[in-house]
């Protein structure tokens, strides 16, 4: 009541409520730099997420310190049209050459209806992830198809697919075969069957042409259980190798020494042995004991004892009284060939060569 009765009306115009409305505007807003407001007003664009009834609304509010009076709505109209968002909508206002604030409001309204029911027609479906094993949990290890070290995956295994040449299965190699070699005896211990499944059916070479064998067939083989480490271990006697093997289970950490040979498969698959150890090896039948040197060699590999060792144990004997131990060739003028060295009970040999042949 103190601010009506102090604003300034004239006579007659007390009780006019349009005119007290004006009053009191004036009053609250104060005195305002038009120009000023104008510019304001006319720099007002669209915001982000303001929808076109809000927006018309702070259009309005500014227009009311602009002093535009007839013109407010079509100068609303023409702020609307240059100042939302909506290129596609803002082109199809301007093709409306009689365009009014209340058909803009009306157009605006319906592209922004169309415009929502459309992002939900359109929405993506959810579609719920489904979780895999994460391959990064995969660990690495030795394989028991191939004998390399790679991920527990089949298809990184060099074997899959391909044919053992020891027993013609698929899916590993011959040289990791699960075949066993045939018992020595059938009354043999449990002991010694157990080591004597320790071995397989696979024929290596060491690259200095040292070679051990071991002959994939099922005849009996030769075997001699000795002591090593406290360890009784059933050796594959093998008068054709002229290296010593050992699994590695047999010997200690601290007795291995770096090797450098490396171990050919029969197949051509290469493997590297652990190392090399020498042994005190016990004869269990004789207890004599023998200095042995060891190549030292996967669990899954054979234990052998090569011709050195078997003849300095006196396992085998070589009657070289029984073979050709050396052939000399010393040609002469008449070409007649001179043999020397024991020929055992072969008897003589003589060979004549054509001098008229050319050699190649």
């Keep these: ?38 510019y304001v007003f006319n720099t007002r ?4 997420g303001e929808d076109i009834e809000k927006y018309i609304t702070n259009l309005r509010r500014l227009a009311k310190t602009c002093s535009f009076e007839r013109l ?24 409306d050459s009689s365009l009014t604030l209340e058909r803009c409001r009306d157009i605006c309204r319906a592209y922004e209806t169309a415009n929502k029911q459309l992002r939900q027609i359109q929405a993506d479906p959810i579609i719920e992830k489904v979780s895999t094993p994460s391959r990064t949990n995969i660990q690495k290890g030795k394989c028991r198809y191939c004998g390399r070290i790679h991920e527990y995956i089949k298809e990184k295994c060099p074997a899959w697919g391909k044919m053992c040449l020891a027993c013609k299965g698929k899916h590993h190699f011959a040289v990791m075969c699960k075949k066993k070699i045939q018992q020595v005896s059938d009354d043999m211990s449990n002991d010694e069957r157990q080591l ?23 005849t009996k ?26 699994q590695e289970k047999y010997v ?17 698959t290469e493997m590297r042995p652990i190392g090399k150890a020498t042994l005190t090896t016990r004869n269990e039948k004789t207890n004599e004991t023998f200095e042995v040197e060891y190549i030292v060699v996967p669990n899954n590999l054979a234990c052998l004892l090569g011709h050195e060792i078997l003849t300095r144990m006196k396992l085998i004997k ?27 009970d072969l008897g003589e040999v003589s060979l004549k060569i054509d001098s008229s042949i050319k050699p190649k």
């Design 318 to 344: 070589v009657n070289k009284d029984r073979f050709i131990a050396s052939v000399v060739n010393n040609q002469e003028e008449d070409c007649s060939p001179k043999f020397t060295g024991d020929l055992g």
């Design 196 to 218: 004597q499944s320790d071995t397989r059916n696979d024929v290596m070479r060491v690259k200095n042409e040292r070679v051990m064998s071991l002959e994939n067939h099922k």
């Design 221 to 246: 083989m030769m075997t001699a259980v000795m002591t090593v480490n406290s360890h009784r271990v059933r050796f594959q006697m093998d008068s054709g190798a002229d290296v010593n093997t050992i």
């Design 72 to 95: 407010e709505d079509s100068l609303i109209r023409d702020r609307v049209v240059l100042g939302i968002r909506h290129e596609c909508l803002k082109k199809k206002l301007l093709q």
């Design 1 to 38: 009541m103190d601010i009506y009765e102090g604003l300034e009306i004239e006579k007659g115009k007390e009780r006019k409520m349009e005119e007290i409305v004006n009053k009191f505007e004036s009053f609250c807003i104060g005195k305002t730099n038009e120009t000023y407001e104008r």
């Design 252 to 268: 200690n950490k601290n007795q291995i020494e770096k090797a450098t040979q490396r171990l050919l498969m029969w197949n051509k």
């Design 45 to 48: 664009e669209q915001q982000e």
